[in-house]
């Protein structure tokens, strides 16, 4: 089954950039997604299409793909900003099974 | 205001079953796929089931498929999940998450919102 690889932890200091890192084989040719989790809370989408931000999502949050790994950055990284994160793509198969990866915790030390 | 409301979870024994419910509002909901994702104590995201707009189409993951069932009446907004032969590792909160398009295809297969979620809990 097809899997996207995340650190399982990435920290950072307030008002650092960030970096989370997403890779899967079939990433070239799909799309990724990303969302926000906090503790209790369901998740948030905040980066679709490898790059595009929602509405209200803050615009230190961006995205960028490059071969096999997609990126998540957040620059002037906030308190507020300490969540777990996860990728979210498909297989290069066509078939629209949703595949997340094993998620970031980023720590805002 | 988009709103995704889940219920009908809780405890039950190995081998039983559990309907959960997701009550949508906000939306055209028949225009949307929707799916079922779900996420075990202290782990990561799994996705469970999507069903198209018309209830016509649905997916399931390997984990669940042949057990569950995915259905939604789109006269009532609401999602259902139909989970027989609850297995420990069934465990999870649930999540329903609202897609962006009417069918269930890649490009329009991920989820701009959430339910709040409900914890189905199956042990002895």
């Known amino acids: 089954s097809y899997e996207l690889t995340q650190p399982p932890s990435v920290s950072v200091s307030p008002g650092q950039t960030a970096r989370i890192t997403c890779s899967g084989d079939?990433?070239?040719?799909?799309?990724a997604y990303w969302y926000q989790q906090k503790p209790g809370q369901a998740p948030v989408l905040v980066i679709y299409k490898d790059s595009e931000r929602p509405s209200g999502i803050p615009e230190r949050f961006s995205g960028s793909s490059s071969g096999t790994t997609v990126t998540l950055t957040i620059s002037g990284v906030q308190a507020e900003d300490e969540a777990d994160y996860y990728c979210?793509?498909?297989?290069?198969?066509?078939?629209?099974?949703?595949?997340f990866g094993g998620g970031t915790k980023l720590t805002v030390l | 205001e988009v709103q995704l409301l889940e219920s009908g979870g809780g405890l039950v024994q190995p081998g039983g079953s559990l309907r959960l419910s997701c009550a949508a509002s906000?939306?055209?909901?028949?225009?949307?796929?929707m799916s079922w994702v779900r996420q075990a104590p202290g782990k990561g995201l799994e996705w469970v089931s999507a069903?198209?707009?018309?209830?016509?189409?649905?997916y399931y993951a390997d984990s669940v498929k042949g057990r569950f069932t995915i259905s939604r009446d789109n006269s009532k907004n609401t999602l259902y999940l139909q989970m027989n032969s609850l297995r420990a590792e069934d465990t999870a909160v649930y999540y329903c998450?609202?897609?962006?398009?009417?069918?269930?295809?890649?490009?329009?297969?991920?989820?701009?919102?959430w339910g709040q979620g409900t914890l189905v809990t199956v042990s002895s």
């Open positions: 979210q793509s498909a297989d290069s198969s066509g078939t629209p099974y949703v595949v």
């Open positions: 069903i198209s707009g018309s209830g016509g189409s649905t």
């Open positions: 998450a609202k897609s962006m398009g009417i069918m269930i295809v890649v490009v329009t297969m991920y989820f701009d919102y």
């Open positions: 079939a990433l070239p040719k799909q799309y």
């Open positions: 906000g939306f055209t909901f028949s225009s949307y796929a």
